[in-house]
């Protein structure tokens, strides 16, 4: 099946500074990828949907000044925190799809803002 | 506003039993609904897609059903076995092809 490379796994940054995850799509060209966000014991939370060539779209709460989307290229889509604080701690996860239909999923980003 | 619920936080099973989740949705009306396998601290693997104008779809020890009167999926492990044991996710996708996770049912199968 399609795989989903997402790097770091895990990041540990100071309060302030501003932290870059990228995602990739590894053997398909993926023109949309969405950016998730998961608490501990809560479920994915959609953040953003990052178009390829175009302004990503946010949902509703989601402050696009601090969480920067590129999609600069049909494989890549970064998401850089900006002046990250302790409460954007959390386990960030991309995904994107090949095919209408099933989402594949990267392994996850886990963010500690310290 | 949309909303997803799955039955329960937890559930708890022994081993060869089957294992039948449950999710249910409002405000919405999904073109087509998946349920995805998340281990912890892993990010979620897809199982299993189920289109609205099908009843029921298998993989293996797997079966969803999908009934868009009642606006609920049923997602079943048979002669489950303690791999099985991790959250299950549903998921709903409707327009723009967004897809909106619920809070997921955490399954243990006891050896």
């Known amino acids: 099946g399609a795989v989903v490379s997402q790097h770091p796994s895990w990041v540990i940054c100071k309060s302030g500074t501003s932290v870059k995850i990228e995602c990739r799509s590894l053997?398909?060209?993926?023109?949309?990828m969405f950016w998730y966000r998961q608490f501990p014991k809560q479920s994915l939370m959609l953040m953003a949907t990052?178009?390829?060539?175009?302004?990503?779209?946010?949902e509703q709460g989601v402050e696009k000044d601090k969480f920067l989307i590129n999609h600069a290229s049909l494989t890549l889509s970064t998401l850089t925190v900006t002046s990250a604080h302790p409460e954007d701690s959390s386990f960030y996860i991309c995904?994107?799809?090949?095919?209408?239909?099933?989402?594949?999923f990267g392994e996850g980003s886990r963010l500690t803002v310290l | 506003s949309q909303k997803i619920e799955q039955n329960s936080e937890a559930l708890n099973i022994q081993e060869g039993k089957t294992a039948t989740l449950t999710c249910n949705y409002t405000?919405?009306?999904?073109?087509?609904l998946q349920w995805y396998r998340q281990d912890p601290g892993r990010g979620p693997v897809f199982l299993l897609l189920?289109?609205?104008?099908?009843k029921e779809k298998r993989k293996e020890r797997l079966k969803v059903t999908f009934d868009t009167t009642l606006k609920q999926s049923l997602f079943h492990i048979t002669a489950s076995q303690p791999a099985d044991s991790a959250t299950y996710l549903c998921?709903?996708?409707?327009?723009?092809?967004?897809?909106?996770f619920g809070a997921g049912t955490r399954l243990f199968v006891k050896a």
């Open positions: 189920i289109r609205e104008n099908e």
């Open positions: 995904s994107a799809r090949e095919n209408p239909g099933e989402l594949f």
């Open positions: 053997d398909f060209q993926a023109t949309t």
């Open positions: 405000n919405y009306s999904p073109a087509y």
């Open positions: 990052s178009n390829e060539g175009s302004k990503a779209t946010y």
């Open positions: 998921a709903p996708t409707g327009g723009g092809f967004k897809t909106i």
